[in-house]
C-alpha cells in the first residue's frame, strides 16, 4: 500500500494525531507568550497569545469534539459554527497583533483584551460570516475572510522583514503566512472546484503543519525556560 | 531629534536607574527618567502595582524607590522580550 492509501485507510486516526500535535504547538506558544505578556504587559504579545489560544481551542473543537471515533452524536452543524467562530477569531487576533499600534497607544491598558471595543468588532464580523456560512451551509465565507487576512499578513510582515534585515525569524514569519495563504486559498479551491478532494486535504494538512511548526521554532528559539 | 522611546524602554530605563542607585529618592528618579511629571506619576503607580518596585519610607519619612526580585527579573529578561517583539513584528 502506498503512503497515500495508508493515509486514507487511516484518516480518522491520523486526523486525531494531526490536532493534538497543533494543539500541544498552540499550548506550548500560549504557555510561553503568555509568561512574557505577564512580565512586560505587552499589547502585541496578548493579541498574538491570544490567536495562538483561539486557533488551540478550534482544532480541539474541529477534530477532537468532531472525531466520529470519540463523540459519534456531537451534531456536525454545531462542530460547524463553534470551530469557524474559534479559526476566524484567530485569524483576526493574529493580524491585529501585528496592526494594534495603529488603533491603540501602547500606553492602553485594556482590563481585558477579549472583550474590549476594538476586539468587539471582530466579533461582530466573525458572526456575520459565521451566519451568512451557516445559511449557505458552506465554508466559503469563512475561507475568504482568512484570504483576506493573510494576504494582508503576508504583505505587513514582508515589509517587516525588509525594514529590519537582523531580525531572522521576520523571515520565517513571512514565510508562515505565505503558506497559511495557500492553506486557505487551497480550501475555498477544494471546496467550490474539487469536491474536498482528498489529495489537497492532505496538502493543506501539511501546510498547516508548516505554519504551526515554525511558529513553535521561533517561540521557542527566542523565549527561552528561565 | 531622537526617536520617542517605547513603553518597554522607558520602563527598562527607570528600573535600571533603579538599581544602578540601589535606592533612589522619587525627585531623583523623576529627572533621571526625563518624563513629565504625570507620565511619570502613570509608570511608576504600574511599576509597583506590578511589583516591579517598591515604596519605601526611611528616616523623617523620606521617600525611597527599590527595585524587586521581580523587577530585577524583568530587567533580567528585557532582552528576550524586545528580540520577541521585533522578530515577531508586534
Same mark, same amino acid.
Given at each position: 500500500?502506498?503512503?497515500?492509501?495508508?493515509?486514507?485507510?487511516?484518516?480518522?486516526?491520523?486526523?486525531?494525531?494531526?490536532?493534538?500535535?497543533?494543539?500541544?504547538?498552540?499550548?506550548?506558544?500560549?504557555?510561553?507568550?503568555?509568561?512574557?505578556?505577564?512580565?512586560?504587559?505587552?499589547?502585541?504579545?496578548?493579541?498574538?497569545?491570544?490567536? @495562538? /489560544? +483561539?486557533?488551540?481551542? $478550534? !482544532?480541539?473543537?474541529? #477534530?477532537? %469534539?468532531?472525531? =466520529?471515533?470519540?463523540?459519534?452524536?456531537?451534531?456536525?452543524?454545531?462542530?460547524?459554527?463553534?470551530?469557524? @467562530? /474559534? +479559526?476566524?477569531?484567530? $485569524? !483576526?487576533?493574529?493580524? #491585529?497583533? %501585528?496592526?494594534? =499600534?495603529?488603533?491603540?497607544?501602547?500606553?492602553?491598558?485594556?482590563?481585558?483584551?477579549?472583550?474590549?471595543?476594538?476586539? +468587539?468588532?471582530?466579533?461582530?464580523?466573525?458572526?456575520?460570516?459565521?451566519?451568512?456560512?451557516?445559511?449557505?451551509?458552506?465554508?466559503?465565507?469563512?475561507?475568504?475572510?482568512?484570504?483576506?487576512?493573510?494576504?494582508?499578513?503576508?504583505?505587513?510582515?514582508?515589509?517587516?522583514?525588509?525594514?529590519?534585515?537582523?531580525?531572522?525569524?521576520?523571515?520565517?514569519?513571512?514565510?508562515?503566512?505565505?503558506?497559511?495563504?495557500?492553506?486557505?486559498?487551497?480550501?475555498?479551491?477544494?471546496?467550490?472546484?474539487?469536491?474536498?478532494?482528498?489529495?489537497?486535504?492532505?496538502?493543506?494538512?501539511?501546510?498547516?503543519?508548516?505554519?504551526?511548526?515554525?511558529?513553535?521554532?521561533?517561540?521557542?528559539?527566542?523565549?527561552?525556560?528561565? | 531629534?531622537?526617536?520617542?522611546?517605547?513603553?518597554?524602554?522607558?520602563?527598562?530605563?527607570?528600573?535600571?536607574?533603579?538599581?544602578?542607585?540601589?535606592?533612589?529618592?522619587?525627585?531623583?528618579?523623576?529627572?533621571?527618567?526625563?518624563?513629565?511629571?504625570?507620565?511619570?506619576?502613570?509608570?511608576?503607580?504600574?511599576?509597583?502595582?506590578?511589583?516591579?518596585?517598591?515604596?519605601?519610607?526611611?528616616?523623617?519619612?523620606?521617600?525611597?524607590?527599590?527595585?524587586?526580585?521581580?523587577?530585577?527579573?524583568?530587567?533580567?529578561?528585557?532582552?528576550?522580550?524586545?528580540?520577541?517583539?521585533?522578530?515577531?513584528?508586534?
Amino acid at each position: 500500500m502506498d503512503l497515500y492509501g495508508f493515509a486514507l485507510e487511516n484518516k480518522e486516526i491520523l486526523k486525531l494525531v494531526y490536532a493534538l500535535i497543533i494543539v500541544l504547538v498552540c499550548v506550548v506558544i500560549v504557555f510561553k507568550t503568555n509568561k512574557l505578556f505577564r512580565l512586560s504587559s505587552h499589547n502585541g504579545i496578548r493579541y498574538f497569545r491570544n490567536a @495562538f /489560544f +483561539f486557533y488551540g481551542i $478550534g !482544532f480541539v473543537v474541529r #477534530y477532537v %469534539l468532531g472525531s =466520529k471515533m470519540i463523540f459519534p452524536i456531537f451534531p456536525f452543524s454545531v462542530i460547524g459554527v463553534l470551530f469557524e @467562530f /474559534f +479559526f476566524v477569531m484567530a $485569524g !483576526f487576533f493574529l493580524i #491585529y497583533s %501585528l496592526m494594534w =499600534k495603529k488603533f491603540e497607544s501602547p500606553e492602553t491598558d485594556y482590563t481585558s483584551s477579549l472583550f474590549n471595543s476594538k476586539i +468587539f468588532i471582530f466579533y461582530v464580523l466573525v458572526l456575520l460570516i459565521v451566519v451568512l456560512d451557516s445559511l449557505w451551509s458552506t465554508n466559503t465565507f469563512m475561507f475568504f475572510s482568512q484570504i483576506i487576512v493573510f494576504a494582508f499578513n503576508s504583505f505587513i510582515s514582508y515589509s517587516n522583514h525588509k525594514k529590519r534585515k537582523g531580525k531572522p525569524f521576520l523571515r520565517f514569519y513571512f514565510l508562515a503566512m505565505l503558506l497559511a495563504f495557500f492553506a486557505w486559498v487551497l480550501n475555498a479551491v477544494a471546496e467550490i472546484y474539487f469536491n474536498w478532494n482528498q489529495a489537497i486535504i492532505i496538502n493543506i494538512y501539511i501546510l498547516n503543519l508548516v505554519f504551526f511548526l515554525l511558529f513553535l521554532f521561533g517561540v521557542s528559539k527566542i523565549i527561552k525556560p528561565s | 531629534m531622537s526617536k520617542k522611546r517605547e513603553r518597554l524602554e522607558v520602563i527598562r530605563d527607570i528600573l535600571k536607574v533603579i538599581r544602578q542607585s540601589r535606592s533612589i529618592k522619587p525627585t531623583r528618579l523623576l529627572f533621571a527618567s526625563n518624563l513629565s511629571p504625570q507620565m511619570f506619576k502613570d509608570y511608576i503607580n504600574e511599576l509597583i502595582a506590578k511589583g516591579f518596585i517598591k515604596l519605601e519610607l526611611g528616616e523623617n519619612d523620606k521617600k525611597t524607590f527599590l527595585l524587586t526580585k521581580k523587577g530585577n527579573d524583568f530587567l533580567e529578561q528585557y532582552r528576550m522580550i524586545e528580540d520577541f517583539v521585533e522578530n515577531f513584528g508586534l
